[in-house]
């Protein structure tokens, strides 16, 4: 019998004794870093792609199609190092003027995110103060023990409700109110910090995927398109339903996997899981009336929040109509204050007291200002793009690509070369008004229906939101949850490539048949 002899690889000689050897191991940047990355990367391209734009109709201030033209942004270096420098100041509340420029000093209508961060930070303090109750860590051990053995029923109940949400009113910033709420509970059941953050992220991110009366995203998109709303509602909610049981069984694959094998997590234990978890295993008495009073306070206060932000008018009779005289058309200022007022009741109810109620409000607050931080950043860097005039150029390059195809390749080619837009411009009523006066009037020459261009961008803006570092929601979430921006991406990846996939052949089929 023959022997194969290998050369011994050289071995490292131990350490002398009483010295340590320390390995070095990688570790995936924070989300300040990844955000901090992609501003400088930007901010570098902007250097590189040349500055275009559009002219703009008087009346409606939509680019028109056909008038691109290469431009000079007017900004010397310094120009652009003081962008770079300001970026986080103007992610905070800069002021978007006429000309289309970006400034703290500037007049005229704000683009900075300073109402989502103070609406974090409310939402921060509401979810302090009903935790300091107790009545959160009791509520979540009793739905625990009484949903121990349908944990993943839980999961696609939820991740429905979540979609629901993103189909009709585009549910975004609004989720970060939950992850509080769902980590625990999800935790007590058996699944790591990943499925929480996934029940939410995708769950909502697959209904604005899937848009069907969203007024947000359909519904700016369709107004520019000059189309109704209603155009091509059933083939997005054929997308809806075939989409949203893509999206369960992802996540819910996952969640049975790690709770049959922990070792399989994607991102390990984290600090504080086990009191959490413990909180919701542990044996409880019957909630006392004080609790249900706080956890019902913390139930209708998120639904009135549902009820406050969706515009009923527009989403039954088309973008154009006039609300209801009962509907709010609430945003986040008046969010932010309703969590802030909500959070003295709950504290007032809860029996915390004067020096309680203080303390919860200083804590809430600092815990989620990371947060808040994060979201500035992110939208520091459109700030970036907004101010060189870079989207221009790449718009153009994307209505040169579409012209001449025919209808299944259009549906196909607009769905894909929305992807990178997306990645540009992640607000979904930005990049719908600023591509669809463009990108329509193309599917008038390619012989398809203009509801085939609204379905294609809302799709791609919605995969790409799924994982894009520049959207708040995404970075803002991942780190209320703890999860790793990189730890993430190993888990959504795939999907957005299922996704990808059968977008790309639902637009084609769309556009054949439309």
């Given at each position: 019998?023959?022997?194969t002899?290998?050369?011994?690889?050289?071995t490292?000689?131990?350490?002398?004794?009483?010295?340590?050897?320390?390995?070095r191991?990688?570790?995936?940047?924070?989300?300040?870093?990844?955000?901090?990355?992609?501003?400088?990367?930007?901010?570098?391209?902007?250097?590189?792609?040349?500055?275009?734009?559009?002219?703009?109709?008087?009346?409606?201030?939509r680019?028109?199609?056909?008038?691109?033209?290469?431009?000079?942004?007017?900004?010397?270096?310094?120009?652009?190092l003081?962008?770079?420098?300001?970026?986080?100041?103007?992610?905070?509340?800069?002021?978007?003027?006429?000309?289309?420029?970006?400034?703290?000093?500037?007049?005229?209508?704000?683009?900075?995110?300073?109402?989502?961060?103070?609406?974090?930070?409310a939402?921060?303090?509401?979810?302090?103060?009903?935790?300091?109750?107790?009545?959160?860590?009791?509520?979540?051990?009793?739905?625990?023990q009484r949903?121990?053995?349908?944990?993943?029923?839980?999961?696609?109940?939820?991740?429905?409700?979540?979609?629901?949400?993103?189909?009709?009113?585009?549910?975004?910033?609004?989720?970060?109110?939950?992850?509080?709420?769902?980590?625990?509970?999800?935790?007590?059941?058996?699944?790591?910090?990943?499925v929480a953050?996934?029940?939410?992220?995708?769950?909502?991110?697959?209904?604005?995927?899937?848009?069907?009366?969203?007024?947000?995203?359909?519904?700016?998109?369709?107004?520019?398109?000059?189309?109704?709303?209603?155009?091509?509602?059933?083939?997005?909610?054929?997308?809806?339903?075939?989409?949203?049981?893509?999206?369960?069984?992802w996540?819910?694959?996952?969640?049975?996997?790690?709770?049959?094998?922990?070792?399989?997590?994607?991102?390990?234990?984290?600090?504080?899981?086990?009191?959490?978890?413990?909180?919701?295993?542990?044996?409880?008495?019957?909630?006392?009336?004080?609790?249900?009073?706080?956890?019902?306070?913390v139930?209708?206060?998120f639904?009135?929040?549902?009820?406050?932000?969706?515009?009923?008018a527009?989403?039954?009779?088309?973008?154009?109509?006039?609300?209801?005289?009962?509907?709010?058309?609430?945003?986040?200022?008046?969010?932010?204050?309703?969590f802030?007022?909500?959070?003295?009741?709950?504290?007032?109810?809860g029996?915390?007291?004067?020096?309680?109620?203080?303390?919860a409000?200083?804590?809430?607050?600092?815990?989620?200002?990371?947060?808040?931080?994060?979201?500035?950043?992110?939208?520091?860097?459109?700030?970036?793009?907004?101010?060189?005039?870079?989207?221009?150029?790449?718009?153009?390059?994307?209505?040169?690509?579409?012209?001449?195809?025919?209808?299944?390749?259009?549906?196909?080619?607009?769905?894909l070369?929305?992807?990178?837009l997306?990645?540009?411009?992640?607000?979904?009523?930005?990049?719908?008004?600023?591509?669809?006066?463009?990108?329509?009037?193309?599917?008038?020459?390619?012989?398809?229906?203009?509801?085939?261009?609204?379905?294609?961008?809302?799709?791609?803006?919605?995969?790409?939101?799924?994982?894009?570092?520049?959207?708040?929601?995404?970075?803002?979430g991942?780190?209320?949850?703890?999860?790793?921006?990189?730890?993430?991406?190993?888990?959504v990846?795939?999907?957005?490539?299922?996704?990808?996939?059968?977008?790309?052949?639902?637009?084609?089929?769309?556009?054949?048949?439309?």
């Amino acid at each position: 019998m023959s022997t194969t002899h290998r050369a011994e690889r050289p071995t490292t000689p131990p350490p002398p004794d009483g010295e340590m050897v320390v390995r070095r191991s990688f570790h995936f940047p924070s989300a300040f870093a990844v955000l901090f990355g992609v501003t400088i990367v930007v901010w570098l391209l902007a250097f590189v792609i040349p500055s275009g734009t559009y002219q703009t109709d008087a009346d409606s201030g939509r680019p028109i199609p056909g008038t691109y033209a290469t431009s000079d942004s007017g900004l010397s270096f310094g120009d652009r190092l003081m962008d770079l420098f300001m970026a986080p100041v103007n992610g905070l509340y800069g002021i978007l003027n006429p000309d289309g420029k970006i400034g703290p000093y500037e007049s005229g209508e704000l683009y900075g995110a300073a109402g989502v961060f103070l609406f974090v930070l409310a939402i921060g303090v509401f979810i302090t103060m009903a935790m300091r109750t107790g009545a959160i860590d009791d509520g979540v051990a009793r739905v625990a023990q009484r949903m121990s053995g349908r944990g993943t029923a839980l999961i696609a109940v939820l991740m429905i409700l979540f979609s629901i949400g993103g189909t009709t009113e585009g549910m975004a910033e609004e989720t970060l109110g939950f992850y509080a709420l769902l980590i625990p509970l999800l935790l007590a059941l058996g699944y790591d910090r990943m499925v929480a953050a996934a029940t939410i992220l995708v769950g909502a991110g697959i209904g604005v995927l899937a848009s069907t009366v969203n007024p947000f995203a359909t519904g700016v998109a369709s107004d520019a398109a000059d189309i109704s709303i209603g155009d091509g509602i059933g083939f997005r909610f054929l997308m809806y339903l075939v989409l949203v049981p893509v999206a369960v069984w992802w996540v819910t694959r996952y969640a049975r996997r790690v709770k049959a094998d922990p070792s399989r997590s994607l991102v390990g234990p984290v600090d504080g899981d086990d009191e959490l978890r413990g909180h919701g295993l542990r044996d409880v008495p019957r909630l006392t009336g004080r609790q249900k009073a706080v956890l019902t306070i913390v139930a209708v206060t998120f639904a009135f929040m549902i009820f406050a932000i969706v515009p009923w008018a527009q989403v039954i009779h088309g973008p154009d109509a006039t609300s209801f005289a009962w509907q709010l058309d609430w945003y986040f200022p008046e969010l932010a204050a309703l969590f802030l007022v909500m959070s003295l009741v709950v504290g007032l109810v809860g029996g915390l007291g004067e020096h309680g109620v203080s303390e919860a409000l200083s804590r809430g607050a600092g815990d989620f200002v990371g947060v808040g931080l994060i979201i500035v950043l992110a939208r520091g860097v459109t700030v970036i793009m907004n101010n060189t005039e870079i989207t221009g150029t790449v718009l153009h390059a994307m209505e040169n690509t579409v012209s001449g195809t025919s209808s299944g390749v259009f549906g196909a080619v607009m769905f894909l070369i929305n992807v990178p837009l997306a990645f540009l411009v992640p607000s979904t009523s930005g990049h719908a008004a600023l591509a669809m006066p463009i990108l329509a009037p193309l599917a008038d020459f390619a012989g398809v229906g203009r509801s085939v261009v609204v379905t294609a961008f809302q799709s791609a803006s919605g995969v790409v939101n799924l994982i894009t570092p520049t959207s708040a929601v995404v970075m803002g979430g991942l780190a209320l949850a703890k999860v790793r921006y990189d730890q993430y991406l190993r888990f959504v990846l795939p999907l957005v490539g299922i996704l990808l996939v059968l977008g790309t052949a639902a637009l084609a089929l769309g556009a054949v048949v439309s």
